[in-house]
């Protein structure tokens, strides 16, 4: 593998041993050598993931041409400031009344309905900043308690985003669910980040998962439901 593939990578999850994999054109941590340990890491305590996987458009504008452009999106009435909500594989997290953004896998992202359409699409041009973000997930039954041992917020309620005053490049943390959590952290608080998420989860039973485990997990949950 080209070492300018491997080194957009987080260095924590590199040292752990992670194999990594091209996917739609893109470096991802596959695994870290036994997907089923990984699920039963995210299953009975905590798993750690890198999202690779994932891209970063932002949306701007004034308040009501931002609302508009939402409800062409994902319906009326639009996401209300400090939450978030997925359409199609895609989370809309409105951080504010004027800015936007939407997270997801990178073939969900350049989908014409993540795009917009007409002249929501030419008015509101969405920018890729997927490059100056990392982007973790914390996953299992006792992913709030990592947070709050992280002195991150670990309460927030399902769709809403918290953030830490402390940390300005900690951009936001989006609860996905009762036991998933999505962080969006600027590229260079990175490497603290998952320090900080590492030393907080390690009497927790803590450890890294792979995209091929998250994966399996969400096919699981789906044909449960």
């Not at 989006?174 to 962080?183: D, K, T, V």
């Not at 969006?184 to 091929?212: I, K, N, Y």
Request: with cysteine; charged share 20%; aromatic share 4%.
């Amino acid at each position: 593998m080209h070492q300018s593939v491997v080194t957009s990578l987080p260095d924590a999850c590199l040292a752990a041993g992670a194999v990594v994999h091209d996917r739609d054109g893109h470096p991802v941590i596959a695994h870290y050598g036994s997907v089923s340990s990984e699920i039963a890491v995210c299953i009975k305590s905590v798993g750690l993931a890198d999202h690779s996987d994932y891209g970063v458009l932002e949306l701007r504008g004034d308040r009501e041409s931002l609302d508009r452009a939402l409800i062409a999106r994902v319906g009326d009435p639009p996401p209300a400031i400090g939450t978030g909500r997925r359409l199609r594989g895609v989370w809309y997290l409105r951080l504010g009344a004027r800015h936007t953004l939407l997270v997801g896998p990178h073939a969900a992202l350049a989908s014409r309905a993540a795009s917009g359409r007409g002249r929501d699409h030419t008015d509101h041009p969405l920018a890729d900043i997927g490059g100056s973000l990392a982007i973790v997930g914390i996953v299992g039954p006792r992913a709030a308690r990592l947070l709050a041992a992280a002195g991150l917020p670990g309460d927030l309620p399902v769709g809403t985003i918290g953030s830490d005053a402390g940390d300005r490049r900690i951009v936001a943390i989006l609860r996905e669910s009762q036991r998933r959590f999505l962080a969006l952290v600027r590229a260079d608080g990175a490497d603290a980040f998952w320090a900080r998420l590492l030393s907080a989860g390690e009497p927790l039973g803590a450890a890294f998962v792979g995209h091929d485990a998250l994966t399996l997990l969400d096919v699981s949950s789906s044909a449960s439901g």
